[in-house]
């Protein structure tokens, strides 16, 4: 008996570190970091891989493509007379979803028990994304800028679904209904980039999904910097609605 | 082997331009700077009268001497916190008092209100305002147009 205990301790130990062997091999490969956009506009990066194609025109019925189109004229045209339309920035209204998973700045994944939280410095926007939660009907989603997310962890990929966006809240000036519902997979391609594929649906304004690809860089050594709007001067001219600067003691 | 990577360099080159152009249009439609004016860049030398490092903008208040000698008070609009401290601007950078030279984009209505290109101290040191504020094309110490 007792020569049977010897063997079985040799066994525990091989048994416990082949689970926790499997168990790391289960984990999910971390997001959680600080994420420079990538190849970025504000803070340019080096290119190192080749970046994302460009974001398509998004697949908007025709009565609502022809307004859209116009918009879109409309506002290239102000800005090349220079009289820029004021936009939500010159209210300091911050993005929202889905802008916000390429705002302005760098973005930091902190993921905890049940959750993922993605801070975006610009305006200070904290997105939560309950993992393995049930998602509400959208038409019961009170209407927030970055929604209500759920998700799961497929593999590697982080599969999230978002409902409840208002309708004010807009990427690329594109308008949607209530029934608007954004996909993220979301996943590493390696230990210094990770991407965004963003599939967005909306049956009430939209002929089919509208999709592209966002992605990040890693920078480790990087600290966020506070955001708050509290000074600011420029404005919407309540006739033209053209942005304008408030000057010193005005 | 040589060939494909130079194709491959050349291929990353042209999707870069692509990407910036079409990330310019983004950046237009996230804040514009088209109210100032960057193709008439000025240089300015004045003294600090207020430095406010906030967001969303910085602001330099600064009296400068025109050409006829008259000090006129103009707003100078830079950046932000984020962008500016990650190209290493402190929020101590300026204080009242301090000489400055700047380049410019002033306003396109003519008020005393500008966009800054760049900034020199009077150590000599030179700061840009980001990438979305776009590069100086006038130089800073001389005034004189820059190549390109």
Known sequence: MAKHKKHLLPLTVAFSVLSTLVAIAAEPARIDGKWFAYPGQVDPLQLTIEPPPPIPEPPLKPEYLAQWRALRAEIQAAEQRGEPIASGYTHCIPDGMPTMMQGMFPMEVLESEGQVTIIQEAYQQVRRIYLDDEQQPWEEAEPRFWGHSVARWEGDTLVVDTVGIKENVMFRNVPHSPAMRISERIRLIDDMHMVDEVTVTDPEYLTGPWQWTWMYARNPDYKLYEYVCENNREYADPETGEARLRLFGE | ?148
């Open chain 2, 1 to 148: 082997m040589k060939a494909r990577s130079t194709l491959r360099r050349t291929w990353l080159h042209c999707l870069l331009v692509v990407c910036t152009l079409g990330l310019s249009a983004l950046a237009v439609a996230h804040h514009s700077f088209a109210m100032f004016d960057s193709g008439n860049q000025q240089r300015l030398v004045g003294t600090v009268t207020q430095f406010d490092w906030t967001n969303p903008h910085i602001y330099i208040e600064l009296d400068a001497a025109d050409p006829s000698g008259e000090i006129k008070h103009w707003t100078i609009e830079c950046a932000n916190i984020s962008i500016l401290s990650r190209l290493g601007w402190k929020f101590n950078i300026l204080k009242p008092g301090d000489m400055i030279t700047i380049v410019v984009a002033p306003l396109r209505n003519g008020e005393p209100g500008a966009l800054l290109k760049q900034l020199m101290l009077s150590d000599g040191s030179k700061w840009g305002n980001g990438a979305p504020a776009g590069p100086p094309t006038i130089d800073i110490e001389t005034g004189e147009k820059l190549d390109g």
